[in-house]
């Protein structure tokens, strides 16, 4: 266990993209912050999310003109992050 200060509940945050073209529309935003840890699965763990870049690659994939394209709406946008395994 990481010496963190974890909340006895945590949280998450999901950017999807509901319709291809332009990147400003069609993108949905769900928040959730009821988690707690007794629902993790085995193979799952928390995660403290330090940074999320915005690259080119992932406003083509909003934009639907990636060379690969989410296999059906809605797809999570962004590929990458940095953090720290919390729990």
């Known amino acids: 266990m990481s010496d963190l200060l974890l909340p006895s509940t945590f949280g998450s945050v999901v950017l999807n993209r509901t319709e291809r073209g332009n990147p400003a529309e069609g993108i949905e935003y769900k928040s959730d912050n009821s988690l707690d840890y007794k629902s993790l699965l085995p193979a799952q763990c928390v995660v403290k999310l330090a940074y ?20 059906a709406l809605p797809a999570t946008a962004g590929m990458e992050g940095s953090g720290v395994i919390a729990f």
Not at 52 to 71: F, M
């Open 52 to 71: 999320a870049p915005i690259n080119p690659s992932d406003i083509n994939v909003l934009e639907g003109t990636y060379i690969r394209r989410p296999p």
